[in-house]
């Protein structure tokens, strides 16, 4: 089956098409700044400008045309309301346009389930770490089971922040990681682990204060990188530990970051468990996850959605949805 996928929870609109596991095309259109961060309405308006000519180089790279197409899966949540909106009306209208099924599918679990369409990885936690979500996430008993998560913000919207208030623009990971790589100084920063949970409060006040005092930008985004990965690496292995699982799937832009790469393979290698690690272009934000994921739960229901079921789920989260397709 060909499978065209949409992805519009937020700063990037998406389209990737898949034949069954194989990639034809991954095309993104990102909303950046130059400073200051997303305006929702600003972020949907990019989508609508960007949503048909990229839908055109796709098919073009994919050498396909609509009619080649089987199935049009979504992303009908969590995200931002105005974007939602864009890739589901998209959606829809292309169904209708050419009489394809369609399904909309959950954002995050579709970070989750791209490590079973790249690797044989079934028993496995996922560490999921993007702008909006921190989780380290388990498959059990029929559902998604949230181990453990951030107790305030995601690290990625975090990360951003401070970013932001360093002048970098968004999205701030990368240029926070190109900084880091400059030093290696410390300086200690609020750790903050609870249970399974970590939290990133106080921890923004705390860098301003150093940097007005004159701690360099290099020191604190390497400082601020330490920090919050060995908190991130403590509570995925606590739930490798937990569950008895023998892998650790990385999920979601933060896990670009080749420092938080480095520091789960030296976890996983003390405990003799394997890491896996997507490549970037479907660790961010990305369609063809959305394709892949429709893949599976189209093929579960034997049908597509019913229209009146494909209202945006803005709010929806990892462990509310039922998974029917494993
Ligand atoms: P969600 O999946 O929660 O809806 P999202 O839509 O913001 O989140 P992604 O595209 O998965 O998510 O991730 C974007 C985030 O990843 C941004 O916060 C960005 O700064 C961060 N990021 C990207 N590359 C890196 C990097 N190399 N190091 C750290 N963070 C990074
Ligand atoms: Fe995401």
Same mark, same amino acid.
Do not use: N, P, Q, R
């Given at each position: 089956m060909i499978v065209l996928g949409?992805?519009?929870t937020a700063h990037t609109f998406g389209i990737g098409v898949i034949k069954e596991k194989k990639i034809l095309v991954n095309k993104r259109d990102l909303f950046t700044t130059e400073e200051g961060g997303m305006v929702p309405a600003e972020v949907a308006d990019h989508h609508v400008d960007v949503c048909d000519g990229l839908l055109k180089k796709a098919l073009i790279e994919a050498k396909i045309n609509m009619n080649d197409v089987?199935?049009?899966a979504f992303s009908q949540g969590p995200g931002i309301g105005h974007c939602l909106k864009v890739g589901a009306f998209f959606a829809r209208a292309l169904s209708l346009k050419?009489?394809?099924p369609i399904v909309g599918v959950n954002h995050c679990v579709a970070h989750l389930?791209?490590?079973?369409?790249?690797?044989? !990885?079934?028993d496995s936690? =996922?560490?999921?770490v993007s702008g909006a979500n921190t989780q380290v996430i388990a498959y059990a008993g029929g559902t998604y089971r949230i181990f453990g998560e951030t107790l305030d913000m995601g690290v990625g919207n975090f990360i951003d922040a401070f970013a932001r208030y360093l002048g970098l623009g968004f999205p701030g990971g990368p240029k926070i990681e190109k900084l880091a790589s400059k030093t290696k100084e410390f300086v200690k920063l609020p750790y903050s682990v609870k249970g399974m949970d970590v939290s990133v409060g106080g921890m923004l006040t705390n860098m301003k204060r150093k940097y007005s005092s004159g701690v360099s930008k290099e020191v604190?985004?390497?400082?601020v990188q330490e920090t919050l990965f060995a908190m991130l690496v403590e509570v995925a292995e606590r739930a490798l530990?937990? !569950?008895?699982?023998?892998? =650790?799937v990385l999920g979601g832009g933060v896990a670009c970051n080749k420092r938080l790469q480095e520091m789960c393979k030296i976890m996983c290698i003390e405990r003799?468990?394997?890491l896996y690690v997507p490549p970037n272009d479907v660790l961010v934000d990305n369609a063809v996850m959305i394709a892949w994921l429709g893949l599976q739960k189209f093929s579960a229901q034997g049908r597509g959605d019913a229209y009146n079921s494909l209202k945006i789920r803005p709010y929806e989260r990892t462990d509310d949805v039922k998974v029917g397709w494993k």
């Open positions: 949409i992805e519009s089987d199935l049009i050419y009489d394809k389930e791209l490590g079973s369409m790249l690797f044989d !990885c079934k936690v =996922l560490l999921y604190l985004c390497y400082s530990a937990h !569950c008895g699982k023998k892998g =650790l003799g468990a394997t």
